[in-house]
């Protein structure tokens, strides 16, 4: 009879617990790492996975208790994921354990060994797709087949710097498919949900007889295990997905695309603060594989890292079919004669002009305006009452369609007073524009032209999105209103005008990358006109700014981003801010700010001399009061990566003990390289 054999087994421990990330226990078989297996922890019975093999089971290991159940059905994760695992979970600071059952599918806990048997057989059986003919593909340009050829020839990750419209899709497509020929898989990551059906519908008629599946929050718990299976069990050679998807696992992977690398969205916010984009450039490296980061408006991360032969950059720089990026025109609005109201027009008069003539050409309008709602805040004029939210340090938004007031931190929502709440004046008034505003403006400006509003609340019922984007491209929409939901990853062929109605509350905001993200989201609104090469040489984007003289809208007009990305390296080099230094944050929430201020001093008090490294003291963020709950935060910088690193190890396991003096501290978390501080 065979020993017992001892196992070290990941499981998903409390985030601050003092239990390890990896706990021992006697299996009477033998079992493959990375195999899923339920375990006793306390009185119950929870998921986890065999992490390493240990010696048969010794006299002195008499008290390990044994594994309940293996899911032995399913074939173990591969030696590559849980690398990739360890990694993730050694940089952003948490547990193995949490860290590799909070990316599996949620479904898998609730299976034992015979149900799982039963869905991979049955997934097994699938009969390969039926082979069709492909379509017709496009002839690659010159700059595209050398990115193709330069990505053939080399794993060094390669950013492909493409202007919009300028085919970077179709090298995707290229590249996905000499993977597929070479018996690999792909992975292509997308940032958001609302462009994951579009690419998929790319990718699915390029490739018929390939089965392809996608992995983002919109999937029904069932189809997220599904999709997942197929590609861990090797059947399905393409996987698309958001940020998530990073974790696919994929036994043959042979080629990761990160679309629009430099997109927020790729960095996850709640739980470990990985970013998506950075994994998947590691995920490629410890694989030996390509990894093609695309964008018309790389991260300064990732351009410094070109700039330091680190990345190979690919140029696309003429738009498909030689059509041209749409002319710039920057609007001063200090021109206007001085309005008497609280707001300014919605549109200048040149602009208003310029939409009029695009409708009578039957031609189309994009208008964006990056926050939704009717109004940001009510007013009353008499008191200085405004519409601020109790439960949160923010103002809450006034939505006229359905007479609310609304925050958008967290939820809590309200009719309309029909006076002021503080003295009863019955003159109480929107300060602001939001989209909802802009759109009720437009129409009584524009008399007979047909207005649409795409954002978070136009597109709330499942389908509208769809719809929306649908009556768009058939033409049956003059004048397109929206938030930055449509101005980036859509084929509108026939807009030829794009107005950025007011992009300046970005040009001073504390963050010191708001005019990193404002200057990638006017690129890619201005990319959405002249899409249509017979049109390309009469498209325009109009922006209206206060501040006409900002460097931004000057290299913006040139569609000049090496030059913007030139000015904002130098300042953040000399401010010491990334790429240049390496931060994280250390977060703590708790009933009032006063406990959390106090945690965060108790931590500086033991954060230990590294040479390198400093530790700011903890300060609010911007929205300090959330849901009735207070957020401090401090900063931890080093001009080291290593040496930040080495100093979170050390530091942050001596954290646990804290809580426990701290009696209303509700949770506190690091985050290794924050977007925001």
């Known amino acids: 009879m065979t020993a017992p054999q001892r196992l070290a087994v990941a499981v998903e421990t409390p985030q601050h617990a003092a239990i390890g990330a990896l706990l021992d226990y006697a299996s009477e078989q033998p079992l493959a790492p990375g195999t899923l297996v339920r375990v006793p922890l306390g009185r119950r019975d929870v998921p986890g996975i065999v992490w390493h093999r240990g010696a048969e089971h010794a006299a002195s290991d008499a008290q390990l208790r044994p594994v309940a159940e293996a899911l032995a059905s399913l074939p173990p994760l591969e030696d590559a994921w849980r690398r990739l695992i360890e990694f993730t979970s050694g940089y952003y600071q948490r547990s193995v354990g949490e860290m590799a059952l909070s990316v599996l599918p949620p479904e898998l806990r609730k299976l034992d060994d015979t149900m799982l048997a039963r869905r991979v057989a049955k997934l097994q059986r699938l009969p390969p797709l039926p082979p069709a003919t492909p379509p017709e593909r496009p002839p690659l340009t010159t700059e595209q087949a050398a990115a193709l050829e330069a990505l053939a020839t080399s794993t060094q990750p390669a950013l492909l710097h493409g202007v919009t419209g300028s085919g970077k899709t179709e090298v995707y497509l290229r590249a996905a498919e000499a993977a597929l020929e070479r018996g690999q898989q792909a992975l292509v990551l997308v940032p958001e949900i609302n462009l994951t059906p579009q690419l998929e519908a790319r990718f699915a008629a390029r490739f018929p007889g390939r089965r392809l599946v996608s992995q983002h929050s919109a999937l029904t718990p069932a189809q997220r295990l599904r999709h997942w299976m197929l590609a861990h069990l090797g059947q399905a050679d393409l996987v698309l997905g958001t940020r998530l998807a990073v974790f696919a696992s994929m036994p043959r992977l042979g080629l990761v695309v990160v679309d629009e690398e430099h997109d927020p969205s790729f960095k996850q916010q709640e739980g470990a603060r990985y970013s998506a984009r950075d994994l998947a450039v590691w995920r490629a490296h410890d694989a030996g594989v390509p990894v093609l980061l695309g964008s018309a408006t790389p991260s300064l991360e990732t351009w410094q ?373």
């Not at 032209?449 to 795409?454: K, T």
């Not at 950025?500 to 990638?520: I, M, Q, T």
């Open 305 to 677: 890292r070109v700039q330091e032969g680190r990345y190979r950059r690919l140029a696309l720089t003429e738009r498909i079919g030689h059509g041209v990026m749409p002319r710039v025109r920057v609007f001063d609005m200090n021109r206007l004669p001085k309005s008497k109201g609280s707001d300014a027009p919605a549109l200048a008069p040149p602009l208003l002009e310029a939409i009029k003539t695009r409708i009578e050409r039957g031609e189309q309008s994009l208008l964006l305006l990056n926050r939704r709602g009717y109004a940001p805040v009510l007013h009353c004029g008499a008191c200085a009452w405004k519409s601020g939210c109790p439960h949160c340090s923010a103002w809450r938004v006034f939505h006229k369609l359905d007479r609310t007031l609304r925050c958008h931190h967290c939820g809590f929502t309200e009719r309309v007073p029909r006076a002021c709440p503080e003295c009863g004046n019955l003159d109480i008034a929107p300060i602001g524009r939001g989209t909802e505003k802009l759109e009720e403006q437009l129409g009584a400006l524009l008399p007979g032209a047909r207005i649409a509003r795409i954002d978070a609340d136009t597109t709330r019922a499942k389908g509208t999105l769809e719809a929306q984007l649908a009556a768009v491209h058939a033409g049956d929409v003059d004048v397109l209103v929206g938030t930055q939901m449509v101005a980036k990853g859509h084929d509108f062929r026939r807009i030829t005008l794009v107005v950025a109605v007011n992009p300046d509350s970005a040009l001073f905001a504390s963050d010191f990358r708001a005019p990193e993200r404002l200057f990638a989201l006017l690129m890619q609104a201005a990319g959405r006109a002249g899409r249509d090469a017979a049109q390309a040489a009469a498209s325009e984007m109009w922006v209206q700014t206060w501040h006409p003289q900002h460097l931004l809208f000057g290299t913006l007009a040139k569609h000049d981003f090496a030059a913007f990305a030139a000015g904002q390296l130098a300042e953040r080099k000399s401010a010491g801010l990334p790429p240049f230094s390496h931060l994280a944050l250390l977060r703590a929430e708790a009933k009032t700010a006063e406990i959390a201020a106090a945690f965060l001093n108790d931590a500086t008090a033991l954060a230990e001399g590294e040479a390198g490294v400093g530790v700011y003291p903890p300060v609010p963020p911007s929205v300090s009061r959330v849901a009735d709950v207070e957020r401090m935060q401090m900063l931890v910088e080093s001009s080291s990566r290593p040496a930040l690193q080495r100093f979170l190890a050390g530091w942050l396991p001596q954290l646990l003990p804290l809580r426990a003096r701290h009696k209303g501290l509700l949770r506190w978390a690091v985050d290794v390289d924050p977007l925001a501080i």
